[in-house]
């Protein structure tokens, strides 16, 4: 029985303890705060996110450095929250934007920005991720991270088929960061919306010029390996089979480069006289053709 009655007593002591300091973060919006950030640590996000809602509910418009500093840290933990632990894009982005609104010159609002674009991506806002872009670079150009999202502006054009706005911001990206490990991908990118818009001739000069700043690297191989399916696509499969070859050694994926010089091979074989005493030659093209067929 005495110990059933320090059981009880241990009990009521804990949870007097926790009216306590619940009562006390009632009155203090900063202790409001560290208690939402502790319930995230502790893994209850949505719990936390629900105090967080309270706590900026209770601050409205009030206004003083104290109460910035609680506000601007609770809009990032809830934006937070959304994004990383509920994967809800939508009220991640709706957090951040108040906050890059409310604080543009904060700390917390830059960190937003970096988030905003791909949220906006992920529930197919893509007009609101190119305006998040752009408002990241425009912001904090000398920021890291501020070249890797002019990046996605310009893959979001090209994918958009603004293929002229897509070009302009890749060139943007190679002028404003000229060293970024990101300008090779820029300048890849925007010889590539030539190709993509039937634009061959213009595609493949781009291409060569690419090569030519970046031969003997990666980059410069994938701009021969594109070079080579411009060239198959408007019939130079000559051409294509010398553009292949050369981004053999250097392509990441040297399985599509081989496949690719293959069927083009094969297409200058077909293309090419037989000698019609030469049986073996006649037998393999036949083969060569009615396999092509059946495909």
Same mark, same amino acid.
């Given at each position: ?143 890291? +991270?501020? =070249?890797? *999202?002019?990046? $996605?502006?310009?893959? /979001?054009? #090209? ?5 002229? @706005? !897509? ?67 408007? +019939?130079? =499969?000559? *051409?294509?089979? $010398?553009?292949?070859? /050369?981004? #053999? ?5 040297? @399985? !599509? ?39």
């Amino acid at each position: 029985m005495a110990h059933g009655g320090t059981a009880f007593l241990v009990t009521r002591k804990i949870f007097l303890a926790t009216i306590a300091v619940m009562l006390a973060a009632c009155g203090r919006p900063a202790a409001r705060l560290q208690h939402a950030r502790d319930l995230a640590l502790a893994g209850h996000h949505k719990t936390a996110l629900l105090e967080a809602r309270a706590i900026l509910l209770t601050l409205r418009d009030e206004q003083g450095e104290k109460v910035d500093a609680v506000r601007r840290g609770t809009l990032k933990l809830a934006g937070d929250l959304c994004a990383v632990y509920l994967d809800d894009p939508r009220c991640a982005a709706a957090e951040y934007r108040e906050l890059v609104k409310r604080y543009p010159t904060a700390s917390e609002a830059f960190e937003a920005r970096e988030r905003l674009g791909d949220l906006d991506m992920r529930i197919g806002d893509v007009k609101g991720a190119i305006e998040a872009w752009r408002d990241q670079v425009a912001t904090a150009p000398g920021r890291p +991270g501020a =070249d890797m *999202a002019q990046l $996605k502006i310009s893959r /979001a054009l #090209l994918d958009q088929g603004q293929f002229h @706005d !897509a070009r302009a911001a890749a060139s943007e990206l190679q002028r404003r960061w000229p060293k970024s490990p990101l300008a090779a991908a820029a300048a890849l990118l925007s010889a590539s919306s030539y190709h993509l818009s039937g634009r061959h001739a213009d595609a493949i000069a781009a291409y060569d010029a690419v090569e030519r700043k970046y031969h003997g690297t990666q980059k410069g191989a994938e701009a021969l390996f594109e070079k080579g399916n411009c060239l198959a696509e408007i +019939g130079n =499969d000559d *051409a294509a089979v $010398k553009a292949y070859t /050369a981004a #053999l050694p250097h392509h990441d994926s040297p @399985d !599509a480069v081989q496949f690719s010089l293959e069927r083009a091979e094969r297409r200058l074989q077909r293309g090419s006289p037989v000698n019609p005493r030469n049986t073996a030659a006649v037998w393999d093209r036949g083969y060569a053709q009615r396999r092509a067929s059946a495909q």
